[in-house]
């Protein structure tokens, strides 16, 4: 079960203190409130490079991350900020394989109240939308999304939004509605996990990140919280990562 | 063939809130109790670290503690002309795993039932006639507010409950609920110091003449020391508590008020990553022998003992009981069979306001710290000219501002560009929703059964979860969203966005992991599976304890309940049972 418990990327130093982790977790407790040093689980550091995109995915899906959050006055960009990072580690870890989802068939149809009735994982599912997304765009416009200017850009994420755009094989609304929900993880989630680069969205927002105690503030109903945001990591000098 | 293990006293399933509450009761009558937890071990200091427990991705998005569908789904439908199919992620409830069970990640609002819930059917009838009552299969729960008084205080000392009384033994104090039944003493803490927009939100529901008052809560006020002799902390308003461990030893749960003086009794066991399939019975299925279940490394065992507890949270309860034959399975045809019956939920709506020139704070927050009114809750108003029964909470307790979740916009704002960044920047500080957590009652067609075509990864059936909102509960949903407006207008907002609860019951967006029937308890053995004590009218050495055994639910959260029921059966056991094992407390 350990290994299915971690949905960052799981690298060979993460699966060594796995090993450990489990081995401590003793079966039957009696007679003493266990603890071990070191036993926890605490989230690793996202690295450098590409673990699931291959390099026209990954083009692609900068430049839809790009469009989604535009860098303007506000805040850096979805690229910067490093949504893109973000949605490859989340895809070669257990969330881009269901690991942890009831995955057993019969598939069907179901009503909304249903839910996601799907076979695809989500890495089956980026796999194959952003193929579709690029093959369909090379067609009509001979260029790839990437290529496109941010004005045609936009206006194809909003056909393909608006359910417009047929994708063949792939539902586009629904792989639109995937991709924005990725996106909007990766740039307000804690910067350990690739994206929110120098926890750029929670300065935008006033977040104030990890702090995890703000009982001097409770009672200053309606003035400012006076500090900027921390991350699990730490400030952002330690936090900056690929 | 499972290998068979040397005998107990008492097995538990589950070392959740309750089974960690009966161990703690029945090893101090000197019992030898195991209980068997299909989840890990979990303690604060080792997997709720304050260094990385404030991870919004990975415990509230990717939900990190909770019971992974990957090892136990559940399939649901609205009605049964559907077919059921499984919810492949959680999303509508969100079941718990590991020592501790949902307690380690609930918000701690803590409520008492009233004694009009408790004859909800008998109170009912009698103020408005047998004919509101007609498309409801509301029950009495065969025990009054009085009989549970003592097992409410029990509870709310264990935790070190922060709040104020509103009735102290008859007489009404002022701040408090004025509508609760009396209490023989105040809380264990005072109330939590208010943020910004519950202190609002009061304002504004008092200027219009309601009762509003500090939401009682298990997260700490102050400092505490429990009558286990267990320390905890207070509460630093963190912002990351529900779907969150506490790292700070400030929200009550096993971890935080039973399992240090539990775990180092000589009498205790717990065994973790170990799954029960099922009790076992006798040839007769008469008496429980056991259990049977798997370990971690895949082992089957069985576990006789003679005593069996099922604490395995409402849902699997029931589940456990069908697998395991205990019972009669309940079929809506012919409203015979009571295992699986009255299954309800909890008839939610919300509202959110937008300001221009307030700054809330949100990430200020805990689980359980704001502001309720009661007037409008169970049948504390006159229904005599309305056409339903029940009522909700009005609640204002922001629990956070963690920003993948929690971030409100005005309806129109695009959902990505520019133009979604600044609204998202604009209101995110300045904006604050309050919500109305209504009553469920019976219905007929509403229940839980075993899924004819989807197993588990051991083959086994899956639960069935066939379920939709009674007419009654929308209609009561939407007077009570009338009366939201109300406040909300008093509060001058910018704008309000009403949240109304319409059909059909939708098993994604999160609602309330408040599941509750499917093992009710009652006086009639054909309407209920359990005794007023919590043990099977069939297998009378098996009690099923938790909100499986409510008949029907409250307009309030449930687990201030299924604590006192915990002190209830146990007493009933150390008391009653133990005097005679293997009787029944009460004559069918
Ligand atoms: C997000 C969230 C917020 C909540 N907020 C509130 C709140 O504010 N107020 C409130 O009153 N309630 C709240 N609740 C509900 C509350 O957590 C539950 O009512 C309470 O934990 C129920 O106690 P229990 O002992 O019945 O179940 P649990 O505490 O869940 O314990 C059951 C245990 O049994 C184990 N188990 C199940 N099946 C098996 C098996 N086959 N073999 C072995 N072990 C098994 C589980 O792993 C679990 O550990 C919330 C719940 C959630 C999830
Ligand atoms: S809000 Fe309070 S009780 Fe809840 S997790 Fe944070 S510190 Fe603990």
Redesign the interface.
């Known amino acids: 079960m350990a290994s299915t418990r971690r949905h960052f990327l799981a690298s060979v130093a993460a699966f060594s203190f796995i090993a450990i982790a489990s081995r401590g977790h003793a079966q039957t407790i009696s007679r003493a409130l266990p603890w071990h040093p070191f036993a926890g689980e605490p989230p690793q550091p996202s690295l450098a490079g590409w673990y699931f995109f291959n390099p026209d995915e990954a083009r692609a899906i900068e430049a839809i991350v790009d469009r989604l959050i535009p860098a303007d006055d506000l805040s850096a960009g979805g690229k910067d900020a490093g949504c893109a990072a973000f949605i490859d580690r989340q895809l070669a870890g257990s969330y881009g394989d269901s690991a942890r989802l009831y995955t057993a068939g019969p598939f069907m149809k179901g009503t909304p109240t249903q839910g996601y009735q799907g076979e695809a994982t989500p890495a089956m599912r980026y796999r194959a939308g952003l193929a579709a997304v690029d093959a369909y765009l090379r067609k009509s416009k001979s260029k790839a999304f990437a290529e496109l200017s941010a004005q045609e850009q936009d206006d194809f994420l909003k056909s393909l939004e608006a359910g417009k755009v047929d994708l063949g094989a792939v539902d586009g609304k629904s792989l639109f509605n995937l991709i924005l929900q990725n996106t909007m993880e990766g740039f307000f989630a804690d910067p350990i996990y690739g994206g929110n680069r120098d926890m750029v969205s929670w300065k935008m927002i006033g977040f104030p990140g990890a702090r995890y105690d703000y009982r001097d503030h409770v009672t200053k109903h309606n003035q400012p919280y006076p500090h900027g945001p921390v991350s699990i990591a730490g400030s952002p000098e330690w936090s900056r990562k690929s | 063939m499972a290998r068979k293990l040397p005998r107990k006293d008492v097995v538990i399933v589950g070392l959740g809130w309750t089974g960690a509450i009966l161990a703690h009761e029945l090893t101090d009558a000197g019992l030898d109790v195991v209980a068997i937890e299909r989840g890990?071990?979990r303690?604060t200091?080792?997997?709720f670290?304050?260094?990385?427990?404030?991870?919004?991705?990975?415990y509230a998005?990717?939900k990190?503690l909770f019971l992974?569908?990957?090892q136990e789904?559940m399939t649901?439908?609205?009605n049964t002309s559907?077919?059921a199919?499984?919810?492949?992620?959680y999303?509508s409830f969100l079941p718990g795993t590991g020592v501790g069970g949902a307690g380690v990640h609930w918000n701690g609002h803590t409520w008492r039932f009233w004694q009009s819930d408790f004859q909800t059917k008998s109170h009912l009838t009698q103020r408005y006639g047998e004919a509101r009552l007609a498309d409801l299969q509301v029950q009495d729960w065969g025990v009054t507010a009085d009989e549970m008084e003592s097992a409410y205080d029990r509870f709310e000392y264990l935790c070190g409950i922060s709040g104020k009384a509103g009735n102290l033994g008859g007489k009404i104090q002022d701040g408090g609920n004025p509508f609760e039944d009396p209490r023989k003493r105040d809380y264990p803490l005072p109330p939590m110091?208010?943020?910004?927009g519950p202190?609002l939100f009061a304002q504004a529901a008092k200027s219009i003449g309601y009762h509003p008052f500090p939401t009682p809560a298990a997260n700490l006020s102050k400092p505490y020391v429990n009558p286990l002799g267990i320390s905890m902390g207070?509460c630093?308003?963190?912002?990351?508590c529900e779907r969150f461990a506490c790292?700070?030893y400030s929200k009550s749960s096993a971890q935080t008020t039973i399992?240090?003086v539990l775990?180092?009794?000589?009498n205790?066991?717990?065994?973790?990553?170990?799954e029960v399939l099922h009790v076992n019975l006798d040839a007769a299925g008469k008496m429980a022998k056991g259990v049977v279940y798997i370990?971690?490394n895949g082992e089957e065992l069985e576990q006789p003992a003679d005593l069996v507890l099922l604490c395995a949270y409402g849902l699997h309860n029931a589940r456990l009981m069908m697998l395991s034959k205990i019972g009669r399975i309940y079929d809506p045809q012919s409203g015979e069979g009571t295992v699986g019956r009255n299954y309800c939920y909890q008839t939610n709506a919300g509202i959110q306001l937008f300001f221009e020139d307030?700054?809330?704070?949100p990430?200020?927050a805990s689980g359980a710290c704001g502001q309720t009114m009661d007037d409008f809750n169970g049948d504390a108003f006159d229904h005599g000219p309305l056409d339903f029964v029940g009522g909700s909470g009005i609640n204002c307790i922001p629990t956070n501002?963690?920003?993948?979740g929690t971030?409100p916009v005005p309806p129109g704002t695009p959902?990505?560009?520019?133009a979604w960044?600044?609204a998202?920047?604009d209101h995110?500080?300045s904006s604050l929703g309050f919500s109305a957590q209504g009553s469920s009652y019976a219905a007929r067609g509403n229940y839980l059964d075993l899924d004819p075509?989807?197993?588990d990864r051991y083959g086994r059936p899956l639960l069935r979860v066939t379920f939709d909102f009674p007419d009654n509960d929308i209609r009561m949903s939407h007077w009570v969203s009338d009366r939201m407006v109300e406040i909300a207008k008093a509060m001058k907002p910018k704008q309000y966005v009403e949240g109304r609860r319409n059909k059909?019951?939708?098993?994604?967006p999160y609602q309330s992991t408040h599941n509750t029937g499917g093992a009710i308890m009652g006086a009639d053995p054909k309407t209920s599976a359990v005794n007023k004590y919590l043990q099977s009218w069939d297998v009378p050495n098996v009690f099923v304890i938790g909100a499986s055994a409510f008949p029907q639910n409250a307009g309030k959260n449930p687990t201030g309940t299924v604590g006192a029921l915990a002190f209830h059966a146990a007493d009933a056991i150390r008391n009653q049972y133990l005097r005679n094992p293997g009787a029944a407390l009460v004559q069918a």
């Open positions: 890990p071990w303690d200091a080792t997997d670290n304050i260094g990385y427990m404030q991870d919004e991705l990975r998005v990717r990190d992974q569908p990957a789904a649901m439908r609205n559907q077919t199919l499984p919810m492949r992620d999303g110091q208010m943020t910004y202190t207070q630093t308003m963190c912002g990351f790292a700070n399992l240090p775990m180092r009794k000589s205790f066991e717990a065994r973790c990553n170990s370990d971690q307030k700054n809330f704070n990430f200020i501002g963690r920003p993948i971030r959902r990505w560009g520019s960044k600044k998202t920047k995110y500080l075509t989807y197993k059909s019951w939708n098993s994604v």
